[in-house]
């Protein structure tokens, strides 16, 4: 039989069963619908996370995390007056920290861009504001440092000098509070919210405490000249404040009592920008060889791919089982047709038509409902993906309208290309396999008996 006849003599059967190829077509098309929008909803999620973990550094930035000695560089007790280190019997605890001398040798690495330092405010600091009060994160930085990272300025500049400062874009809104509205969580009303206050040249003051060894409490007040904001990344740099880092190197040493020199007794965390991607894989190979495992993006986007690839195959398995129902009702179908056409099929053998050929109709015609199904199936689940990203971009809209982050784009439902064409697929193999057993019986019939048959 050729193709053509066959298809030919399969629109003609399924034209001749309209209503009840449309009813069985359309559980398929339910199926197909679910499997499109639930392993797009999984989809759209890793696209989100994928771009939040990029955001904040992209693909080529490693973060070492380094331990730092506070024995004293000039003589004094260990740990800075913060008390004995863990592990010291009578001798130097040993680990290797990340002093001016690994950083030549980090920045000698090939493939590396770039490498700077952060050091942590290791005080108890308050940040105040006019009213407001808050405990941000704290960082000094070398000069050049937030350019490497590739930071950008919303306001004012990067270039930080003695008592200024930059701030992340989220600090004013998400570190800064009244203290008569303190409960972050609590959602006020539109007229009782308050306004964020624009940082941009206003003067910031850190109020630090330190114990003395008798309990007295000591407070320092350092004033801080915001000179720049930054751009929204989406990631840690949007809740940090940076300053020189000899301010806080300065500001450490007066909390711990002690002198504290980081080129020395180490940096607590390190930024490894690497050239491009390829290079990425290497040194975090020999940083970890170093002793130093870094943290990645990568690593989060390898371990967030992994999640999302078992969410996305548990939400397709479960859009399948109506599609599994949907196959129960297309071998309904093709019975029925059997029972209705048995003189029909009789005629064919007896006119020369082989078992192959019978099969290969009844299983065709399966696989056209299955087809249909998918079709129609693709159409819905598209346009289902369409609400669903209008009412989550209508959603996002009106927490940007309160003032809540704007750092996604509110495309919740993402199919990739794979997708449609996959759930079509699907749907013909779901239609030829609901399609096999009746297809058999159909080829199995005696044709005298089928000619008799009333």
């Given at each position: 039989?050729?193709?053509r006849d066959?298809?030919?003599l399969?629109l003609?059967?399924?034209?001749r069963?309209?209503?009840?190829?449309?009813m069985?077509?359309?559980?398929?098309v339910?199926?197909t619908?679910?499997?499109?929008v639930?392993?797009?909803?999984?989809?759209g999620?890793?696209?989100?996370t994928?771009?939040?973990?990029?955001?904040?550094?992209?693909l080529?930035?490693?973060?070492?995390f380094?331990?730092?000695?506070?024995?004293?560089?000039?003589?004094?007790?260990?740990?800075?007056?913060?008390?004995?280190m863990?592990?010291q019997s009578?001798?130097?605890?040993?680990?290797?920290?990340?002093?001016?001398r690994?950083l030549?040798?980090l920045?000698?690495?090939?493939?590396?861009e770039?490498?700077?330092v952060?050091?942590?405010?290791?005080?108890?600091?308050?940040?105040t504001?006019?009213?407001?009060?808050?405990?941000?994160?704290?960082?000094?930085?070398d000069?050049?440092?937030?350019e490497?990272?590739?930071?950008?300025?919303?306001?004012?500049?990067?270039?930080?000098?003695?008592?200024?400062c930059?701030?992340?874009?989220k600090v004013?809104?998400s570190?800064?509070r009244?203290?008569?509205?303190?409960?972050?969580?609590?959602?006020?009303?539109?007229?009782e919210r308050r306004e964020?206050?624009?940082?941009?040249?206003k003067?910031?003051?850190?109020?630090?405490?330190?114990f003395?060894?008798?309990g007295?409490?000591?407070?320092k007040?350092?004033r801080?000249?915001?000179?720049?904001?930054?751009?929204?990344?989406g990631w840690?740099?949007?809740?940090?404040?940076?300053?020189?880092?000899?301010?806080?190197?300065?500001?450490n040493?007066?909390?711990?009592?002690?002198?504290?020199?980081?080129s020395?007794?180490?940096?607590a965390e390190v930024?490894v920008?690497?050239?491009?991607?390829?290079?990425?894989?290497?040194?975090?190979e020999?940083?970890?060889?170093?002793?130093?495992p870094?943290?990645?993006?990568?690593?989060?986007v390898?371990?967030?791919n992994?999640?999302f690839?078992?969410?996305?195959?548990?939400?397709?398995?479960?859009?399948?089982?109506?599609?599994l129902?949907?196959?129960?009702?297309?071998?309904?179908?093709?019975?029925?047709?059997?029972?209705e056409?048995?003189?029909?099929?009789?005629?064919?053998?007896?006119?020369?038509?082989?078992?192959?050929d019978?099969?290969?109709?009844?299983?065709?015609?399966?696989?056209?409902?299955?087809l249909?199904?998918?079709?129609?199936?693709?159409?819905?689940?598209?346009?289902?993906?369409?609400?669903?990203?209008v009412?989550?971009?209508?959603?996002?809209?009106e927490?940007?309208?309160a003032?809540?982050?704007a750092g996604r784009?509110g495309?919740?439902a993402?199919?990739?290309?794979?997708?449609?064409?996959?759930?079509?697929?699907f749907?013909?193999?779901?239609?030829?396999?609901?399609?096999?057993?009746?297809?058999?019986?159909a080829?199995?019939l005696?044709?005298?008996k089928?000619?008799k048959?009333?």
């Amino acid at each position: 039989m050729k193709w053509r006849d066959l298809v030919t003599l399969v629109l003609s059967n399924l034209q001749r069963m309209r209503g009840r190829v449309v009813m069985t077509a359309a559980g398929v098309v339910i199926g197909t619908a679910a499997v499109l929008v639930l392993v797009s909803l999984g989809a759209g999620l890793q696209r989100q996370t994928r771009e939040s973990l990029m955001a904040g550094g992209g693909l080529t930035e490693l973060r070492v995390f380094a331990p730092v000695n506070f024995q004293d560089v000039s003589g004094g007790g260990p740990n800075g007056g913060m008390g004995p280190m863990p592990e010291q019997s009578g001798r130097e605890m040993q680990f290797q920290v990340v002093d001016d001398r690994v950083l030549l040798e980090l920045r000698a690495m090939p493939g590396v861009e770039s490498v700077s330092v952060a050091e942590p405010l290791m005080a108890q600091g308050e940040l105040t504001y006019e009213k407001l009060r808050g405990f941000p994160s704290m960082k000094g930085v070398d000069p050049g440092a937030l350019e490497a990272w590739q930071l950008q300025a919303a306001t004012g500049e990067l270039d930080i000098r003695r008592g200024q400062c930059v701030v992340g874009a989220k600090v004013a809104e998400s570190s800064l509070r009244d203290p008569d509205l303190w409960n972050a969580y609590q959602v006020k009303p539109e007229h009782e919210r308050r306004e964020i206050p624009d940082l941009q040249g206003k003067v910031l003051r850190l109020r630090l405490t330190r114990f003395s060894a008798d309990g007295t409490a000591l407070e320092k007040t350092v004033r801080l000249d915001v000179v720049g904001v930054l751009q929204q990344s989406g990631w840690q740099h949007d809740f940090s404040i940076y300053m020189p880092l000899r301010d806080i190197v300065d500001l450490n040493t007066w909390a711990q009592g002690r002198r504290r020199d980081p080129s020395r007794q180490g940096y607590a965390e390190v930024i490894v920008r690497a050239v491009d991607t390829r290079h990425t894989i290497e040194i975090e190979e020999k940083l970890t060889e170093m002793g130093f495992p870094p943290f990645s993006q990568r690593q989060q986007v390898e371990q967030a791919n992994a999640h999302f690839a078992t969410v996305q195959a548990v939400l397709g398995g479960i859009g399948a089982v109506a599609l599994l129902v949907a196959a129960f009702g297309i071998a309904n179908t093709m019975l029925m047709a059997i029972y209705e056409r048995t003189q029909e099929i009789g005629l064919m053998k007896a006119v020369g038509a082989t078992n192959k050929d019978v099969m290969t109709v009844f299983l065709a015609e399966s696989g056209g409902i299955g087809l249909m199904g998918g079709v129609g199936g693709v159409v819905l689940g598209v346009l289902v993906n369409g609400v669903i990203n209008v009412i989550s971009r209508s959603v996002l809209a009106e927490q940007v309208a309160a003032g809540a982050s704007a750092g996604r784009s509110g495309t919740v439902a993402y199919a990739p290309l794979w997708l449609p064409i996959f759930a079509v697929a699907f749907a013909l193999f779901v239609g030829v396999a609901s399609g096999a057993y009746p297809a058999s019986r159909a080829a199995s019939l005696s044709p005298i008996k089928a000619l008799k048959y009333e």
